[in-house]
């Protein structure tokens, strides 16, 4: 259960930061106006908090592991609402940063 925890915590971090990102980037890039940054800078805030509440004790852990989340979330996100079309190298690049992920988070350790 600690592991599908985790992983849903992750999923929701993604979405938090990724789609916060992307609400700036169109509230400006695309001059959607305030409210579209307001509401980024929100979802933002919201990822720093989901952040918290993964199992593991270790912030450096959290966030590099995470690193590899936003890497595969990020691309998922620009095919779901950009219409960007990944190649294979960004697709055996989110592969590796996927394996990183559960190395460094999910790897059996002593004590």
Known sequence: MTVTRSILLFVLAAVAEIGGAWLVWQG??????????????????????????????HFGRILAAYGGVFVAGSLAWGMAFDGFRPDRWDITGAVVCSIGVAVIMYAPRAG
Not at 38 to 54: C, M, N, R, S
Request: hydrophobic residues 50%; without cysteine; neutral net charge.
């Open 28 to 57: 400006v890039r695309e001059h959607r106006g305030w409210t579209w940054i307001g509401a980024g800078v929100v979802a933002l805030g919201l990822y720093g908090f989901v952040a918290t509440l993964q199992p593991d004790a």
